[in-house]
């Protein structure tokens, strides 16, 4: 899962970060994602009109992300529609229930994760993300070998992570290391991104 709040404010928000890839933002608006604020209520109107702001033809979102507060506020507003079918027999320990486990929205699916930032629904299309890894000067990468028949990873390297090696400490009858993690999350449409931010009800 993306580390959402920080790829958000650092990347696609114009209002967090005036420039990107050294173009301005408010000259180049095409660099700016769409950010709506709801107002406090969660409704699908307000959903629809988001996902209609970051679509173009067949360039849509492909993914929801929100918390679980808001998850279960979007939840709320699908149970009105939910159809129940029971059926009723001579079962020892029979149960009836409701709710949902998996929620979708216009064919996307909506994602819940408690690091999400709270209050906000975010509509990203993951074709305009990525993520590039970068080197670290003092450690090697390293490197990934799979045994699985058909995967043939062991031309990847690093993919972001960096190892020092074992290092010995100075007057220490021990050895340690330390792994690196460094890279950079860049959007190449900003514009297809959006967020719907100050959710508290339905």
């Keep these: 899962m993306y580390r959402i709040k920080s790829l958000y404010d650092n990347i696609l928000d114009g209002t967090t970060v005036a420039t990107y890839g050294g173009q301005n933002r408010g000259t180049y608006t095409t660099l700016n994602a769409t ?22 033809g067949s360039q849509a979102p492909t993914i929801g992300v929100c918390n679980e507060t808001v998850w279960a506020l979007y939840s709320k507003l699908l149970q009105p529609q939910e159809r129940i079918n029971k059926d009723a027999g001579f079962v020892k320990g029979m149960r009836s229930g409701t709710g949902f486990v998996g929620l979708d929205f216009k064919g996307i699916p909506v994602l819940k994760d408690e690091k999400a930032t709270s209050g906000v629904l975010f509509f990203l299309n993951e074709n305009f993300l990525d993520f590039y890894a970068l080197p670290f000067a003092k450690a090697k990468p390293v490197n990934f070998t799979s045994t699985i028949d058909g995967n043939d990873y062991s031309s990847v390297k690093g993919l972001g992570f960096a190892w020092t090696d074992w290092i010995i400490p100075s007057n220490q009858a021990s050895v340690v290391s330390h792994i690196y993690f460094s890279g950079q999350h860049v959007s190449q449409n900003p514009k297809r991104c959006g967020k719907l931010t100050g959710i508290t009800t339905v």
């Design 35 to 56: 950010k709506t604020a709801s107002g406090g209520s969660l409704s699908l109107d307000k959903m629809e009109t988001l996902h209609n702001a970051v679509t173009s």
